[in-house]
């Protein structure tokens, strides 16, 4: 990787500095921050209201690429699903979501995931690295470029990161990346329309609620402690008691709450059963439980569960005040769905994943 720093990675404050060191005028930074997120411009040549020598200046200190698009993939259902190439060749996922009133765009956080959890393919690519700020950023501006030359109005309007990688895993750069989502003088998004979705590091939703209490998403998909290990090992170091006082905690907005994310799989955790635990760990939460169907992935052996399954799961926690829709992921016929996201491009899909980064590892 470059040692060079790209623009992206520049906060309006780190601006400031940069323009200080070099004595050019304080007001240059806000300027240079509005050309870059406001305007969504990644030429300093273009900047008109800055001198020519910032200009060029700029243009020689700072990258101002944004990753190379590998591969785009077009869904039955619109959505798009990209495999992104960074500079030191490794691929990673992010999926675009435009509904008629707003776009959604899903994020990677990293190349591949550590925590393993059974029912997810990005796991089994195994962990290459951490994205950094700019890198999550880029996916922004990579959507916002796409929404416009297909003619869709407006710009990227919710964010989810609920791509390749457990968000708060990588921390730092997360939630850098956000805050410049969500500055005022940058993207300019609420932080209601920013979600993280973990899979429970209770430190770091403590931190978060603390830094930048954005939306939280909770892979939960089972409230039994034995059951939750064998699905999520990092169950076993943050088990779900001490999760919960987290989520007590959490300055969620009242309008919203907390949503949690239950994939429904056959005979695995959609019993009445499994409801009464998980209404018992919900007790004293605002909360949405989002259930999704497992999607499909080469070698998993898992099924979803029947129709039935999911009215009786989904009524018995309807009866008890909790809303609990049933998603169905998009962009699954390209392997864009919840759960699927693995590099694939379109020849590889039907590939095993472990198989597929395998070989990827030695071509490398």
Known sequence: MSDIKNALSFSCLDWEKWCFERTFPKFSAKQIYQWIFEKGILDPHQYSNLSLPLRAELSAAFDWNLPDVDTC?????????????????????????????RSTLCVSSQVGCKMGCTFCQTGKMGFKRNLSSWEILSQIFLANRTLEECNYEGKVTNVVFMGMGEPLDNYDEV?????????????????????ISTSGLVPQIRRLAADLPVRLAISLHSANEQ??????PINKRYPLSELKQ??????????YGITFEYVMIEGVNDSIEDAKH????????????????????PGIEMNPSSKERIDQFQ???????????VRYSRGQDVSGGCGQLAAKRENELLLDPRVLHRDRRRQI
């Open 73 to 101: 993939l077009t869904s039955r259902d619109e959505s798009r699903k990209f495999i992104i190439k960074t500079s030191d060749q490794l691929l990673f996922e992010m999926v675009l979501m435009p509904y008629h009133n």
């Open 175 to 195: 939630v850098a990346a956000c805050r410049m989502m969500t500055d005022p003088r940058g993207l300019g998004l609420s932080p209601w329309k920013v979600t």
């Open 227 to 232: 059951k939750r290990t064998r699905m999520m």
């Open 246 to 255: 987290a989520l007590l905690e959490y300055p969620a907005p009242k309008r």
């Open 278 to 297: 998980l209404v018992h760990f919900l007790h004293g939460i605002k909360a949405k439980v989002n259930l999704i169907l497992i999607n499909h992935f």
């Open 315 to 325: 009524s018995y926690l309807s009866e008890r005040s909790i809303p609990a829709p």
